[in-house]
């Protein structure tokens, strides 16, 4: 039981790239979340699914684009990287709104 | 977007000591989370509270949530350096708001 695998675990990126997170989650977790945590912002809700076919944004989506075709996976996908995305990405995951969610273990991006 | 503060932001202890984290809103919650972070980690769930009033505790660690569902303590009793850490408190909205908002967390730092 792996849990929430996020890859990778480090990135640089030149300003203006494109690149995909990956997220993948093996407990069957209908609510699957991307947070990126910045140092005296805490963790802020980038896009969030609460099923296969259904995403929504949440409070920084801008620059961010998320799909959700499986259960399994969550990719989230940055467009054109600026430096003010550099951060943190935690992917995370819950059987249910209400019970408490399990997180992967981060992706660490730099934007040069 | 509902904000949910911390306090304090920094708290440094000797072992032994008792101490109390708090985490306040204006906002009603469905329910209320506490993580605790160690650095190059993702968070870890320690409890989720979703009744006013409620109390759970967890070895040397006691939680409660407010009656009016809008704040939450967390307690430490007799710290030890292991408890040094990030802890999160993050609220979940009611009816179909599924987004989980985090407060930007106390760091604990408990010196033998």
């Known amino acids: 039981n792996a849990g929430v695998t996020q890859t990778p675990k480090f990135q640089v990126l030149k300003t203006g790239q494109s690149m995909t997170l990956q997220c993948a989650q093996d407990m069957n977790h209908e609510y699957m979340s991307w947070y990126r945590q910045d140092p005296g912002m805490g963790l802020r809700l980038i896009h969030y699914?609460?099923?296969?076919?259904?995403?929504d944004q949440g409070e920084v989506p801008n620059g961010y684009n998320v799909s959700r075709s499986t259960t399994e996976d969550f990719p989230l996908r940055l467009l054109s990287a600026a430096p003010s995305q550099t951060s943190v990405y935690f992917c995370a995951s819950s059987y249910s709104y209400r019970v408490g969610y399990t997180f992967g273990s981060g992706t660490r991006l730099t934007v040069v | 977007t509902q904000l949910l503060e911390q306090s304090p932001q920094f708290l440094s202890i000797q072992e032994g000591e008792n101490l109390t984290v708090y985490c306040n809103s204006s906002?009603?919650?469905?329910?209320l989370q506490w993580y605790r972070q160690e650095p190059g980690e993702g968070p870890v769930l320690l409890v989720t509270?979703?009744?006013?009033?409620e109390v759970k505790k967890l070895k040397r660690l006691t939680f409660q949530f407010g009656d009016a569902r809008k704040d939450s303590s967390l307690h430490i009793t007799a710290a030890q350096p292991g408890d040094t850490g990030l802890y999160l408190c993050a609220g979940m909205g009611g009816g179909s708001n599924y987004k989980l908002t985090f407060g930007k967390g106390t760091l604990l730092t408990v010196n033998p």
């Open positions: 699914s609460v099923g296969a076919g259904i995403t």
């Open positions: 906002s009603v919650f469905s329910s």
């Open positions: 509270v979703v009744t006013g009033g």
